[in-house]
């Protein structure tokens, strides 16, 4: 089956306990983003790639750090996390070329205490 | 800088009815690509329709529509035949750079409008 995998699904922690949420795909996509979803505010990219070893900032890097070593994983680390980075995180990926819509993993519901 | 407006917070239509959920944008792109997606209250992201910049038709999902014009930057989603499953949030998006040749990326998102369907 298609999809995008997202570990752990909810996760409670504390100010500055460096975390990892770890994203998978199996469709072969070259693109994969992250977007944090906070209410009133949809969502926001946070970092993207297009490719293994290419990564850019999207619109609200600030306090996250992301790799891509292999073109399936798209881990987002939070090295430390903070309050205001409470939310619900959305690991999506997609081909470049065209048209193609971008699949979404379940989300991440991240508190920070 | 690409941006997506979608003024209605919240939207109420009744069961069997025709809804209209508002989109502008504005990029100065070219090519470009809009999308929406749909948010039940279990939180998945499920697409539903994608409108080319420089498709001619507007684009069209089962019950599924997406008003686009272009001049007025407006990319409305139209449900018809209202179902109670189509109680969401819905999302409007754009990505830059999407066309037959060229490259998108970015994705950018309105604020959504939490659509609630009465019977």
């Known amino acids: 089956e298609a999809q995008v995998t997202q570990n752990p699904r909810y996760l409670i922690t504390v100010t500055g306990k460096k975390l990892t949420v770890t994203c998978s795909q199996n469709?072969?996509?070259?693109?994969m983003s992250w977007y944090r979803q906070d209410p009133g505010l949809g969502l926001r990219q946070i970092y993207y790639s297009m490719n293994v070893e290419v990564t850019d900032k999207g619109d609200v890097p600030e306090g996250y750090k992301v790799s891509r070593k292999e073109k399936r994983n798209f881990p987002l680390i939070l090295e430390s996390p903070s309050p205001n980075q409470t939310s619900l995180y959305f690991c999506?990926?997609?081909?470049?070329?065209?048209?193609?819509?971008?699949?979404f993993g379940p989300g991440t519901r991240l508190t920070v205490t | 800088a690409q941006k997506i407006t979608q003024t209605q917070p919240g939207m109420f239509v009744q069961e069997k009815e025709a809804v209209t959920l508002d989109c502008t944008y504005d990029?100065?792109?070219?090519?470009?690509?809009l999308f929406w997606y749909k948010q039940p209250s279990s939180g998945e992201m499920i697409f539903l329709i994608y409108q080319g910049s420089y498709d001619e038709q507007n684009a069209t999902e089962g019950r599924y529509s997406l008003n686009f014009q272009k001049a007025r930057k407006s990319a409305n989603l139209v449900i018809s035949a209202s179902q109670l499953g189509d109680s969401a949030m819905y999302f409007c998006a754009m990505r830059e750079g999407t066309g037959r040749k060229t490259s998108g990326s970015r994705l950018t998102f309105g604020e959504g409008t939490q659509l609630t369907v009465n019977p």
């Open positions: 999506a990926s997609s081909f470049i070329l065209g048209r193609y819509e971008q699949y």
């Open positions: 990029t100065s792109d070219q090519s470009y690509g």
């Open positions: 469709m072969n996509h070259e693109y």
